[in-house]
């Protein structure tokens, strides 16, 4: 199996190649059950269709718990991982759903011409079948919606709720559709049962808990300014004394307003090092919360929930650290960079900072103090308005020569963070120059900006091997 993407020196979570493991076991598991059982059909394509429905139905119920939310899953694998997956995993499901139908309706028959129309109606009418006809038109509603979201001319807060709320009803249509049209026997129904009770349950905990949040764990607005024309600084502390333990280069969902439930949320990197008397976030225009936030006042409430994240430095031993960062990207640099500068880094560092503007980067005094603690000279550059310090271009092989000179290119662990062109571009530069697609990290929450990179087909590589194994164990099911 393709290597996943990993994060050595990350406490929590499964590691990589288990998890996978454990999310194919328990797709298929319901197939194993039936085959145990002896409950399966004599012809093939039946059989098939039967085996698709599960491993679609089983992917359906997965889908609560991919969202990025539970630490054992995305703790090793990172969040951005986890999203990843969760996009592209259904889709899959969809396919499966589909090809379950067309084998259930069958190859053609030359000496009964009428049976695919018969089936096919069946399919469609029959009134014992409608949670199926809506299930299915519902994970293809929630699919497209979800490949268009971008697109659409919705409130993300709007989005959010109606993907929750389909998602929930899609799980209760799949079960009535199992337990009430799929033949099961007593054992197999129980399986389903508390699988679906398995998976929705802790989903629903995440907003339950939201709402059962003592208030002691909720901050207020310390300050709020622009260091930019189109990034501000919010500064967070707790009224109660209450700290939050973090990484440098992880992020909170943050709720402005006191708003209680997920949907407010927003992700944004913290800027600050773990022990600050206040909790720092960079915040880019970007949206309709976003752009409102000059209305914001000193004492509003802040509902923090985190940290979440993978992303930052591991403990394996190196012999140079690199630090990229690019836009709104530095507020996690930020983090380790004033980390550093209060413990102590072991090896040498190296700093980059590019902006498609100079007038867009944020002011030298939030970076240069910990940069003259650790000896650092930072490389600078903008494609418009450079100079002085300030070189005129962007980062590109050159620049990463400059930065990886006197280190061993196999030894030095690099952290990027910034836009996805600048990551898979910068990322595949690195790997030219003899960096191992192993040391360089960054966390990517969009893929339709910009390129794959080497590092991203690896773990497309590793989703399709876990898509390939459930097709596999559908074929050999259809042989049982």
Same mark, same amino acid.
């Given at each position: ?9 990350? @406490?929590?979570? %499964?590691?990589?190649?288990?998890? #996978? *493991?454990?999310?194919?076991?328990? !797709?298929? $598991?319901? /197939? &194993? ?121 919705? @409130?993300?807060? %709007?989005?959010?709720?109606?993907? #929750? *709320?389909?998602?929930?009803?899609? !799980?209760? $249509?799949? /079960? &009535? ?304």
């Amino acid at each position: 199996m393709p290597d996943l993407p990993s994060h050595r020196g990350i @406490r929590a979570g %499964i590691p990589p190649l288990t998890l #996978a *493991l454990i999310y194919i076991g328990a !797709v298929v $598991l319901p /197939l &194993a059950l039936a085959a145990l059982l002896g409950e399966t059909h004599r012809q093939v394509t039946v059989q098939l269709g039967a085996a698709a429905g599960s491993i679609s139905a089983a992917m359906i119920l997965l889908q609560m718990i991919s969202s990025g939310r539970f630490e054992a899953v995305s703790g090793r694998i990172g969040i951005d991982i986890t999203m990843a997956f969760h996009k592209w995993a259904a889709p899959m499901a969809l396919a499966f759903a589909l090809a379950h139908v067309a084998l259930l309706i069958g190859l053609p028959d030359p000496d009964r011409p009428n049976r695919l129309a018969r089936r096919f109606a069946t399919l469609m009418t029959a009134e014992r079948l409608w949670d199926a006809r809506l299930a299915l038109i519902l994970l293809a509603l929630l699919v497209g919606l979800a490949l268009l979201r971008d697109r659409l001319p919705v @409130r993300y807060q %709007i989005w959010r709720g109606s993907h #929750a *709320l389909g998602a929930l009803a899609l !799980v209760g $249509l799949v /079960l &009535a559709h199992l337990v009430t049209d799929g033949l099961l026997g007593p054992v197999r129904a129980a399986l389903w049962t508390g699988f679906a009770a398995a998976v929705t349950l802790p989903a629903l905990w995440v907003y339950a808990r939201r709402l059962t949040r003592p208030r002691s764990e909720c901050w207020t607005v310390a300050s709020l300014r622009r260091v930019t024309p189109r990034i501000h600084e919010m500064l967070l502390e707790n009224p109660h004394g209450h700290s939050l333990d973090f990484r440098p280069g992880q992020f909170v969902w943050a709720s402005v307003g006191g708003q209680r439930l997920p949907l407010h949320d927003h992700p944004f990197s913290i800027a600050s090092a773990p022990g600050a008397p206040q909790l720092r976030l960079l915040i880019q225009e970007a949206g309709d919360f976003t752009s409102s936030l000059d209305a914001v006042e000193p004492g509003t409430r802040v509902a923090i929930d985190g940290p979440h994240g993978s992303f930052g430095p591991s403990d394996a031993p190196r012999d140079g650290l690199v630090l990229i960062a690019g836009g709104v990207g530095i507020a996690p640099i930020l983090s380790m960079l004033e980390t550093f500068a209060r413990d102590g880094c072991a090896c040498p560092l190296r700093f980059a900072y590019a902006m498609h503007d100079s007038r867009d980067m944020i002011p030298a005094a939030m970076f240069r103090p910990a940069l003259a603690t650790l000896g650092v000279t930072p490389l600078l550059t903008a494609s418009r308005n450079a100079g002085g310090e300030i070189a005129q271009g962007r980062l590109g092989e050159a620049q990463m020569k400059l930065l990886l000179d006197g280190l061993d290119p196999k030894r030095v662990e690099v952290m990027i963070c910034g836009p996805g062109p600048l990551m898979t571009t910068l990322t595949d530069t690195l790997n030219d120059l003899g960096v191992p697609l192993s040391h360089i990290h960054y966390e990517r929450f969009s893929y339709g900006s910009g390129p794959l990179s080497r590092k991203d087909h690896r773990m497309m590589a590793g989703f399709a091997t876990i898509f390939a194994a459930l097709a596999a164990a559908m074929a050999l099911y259809s042989l049982a």
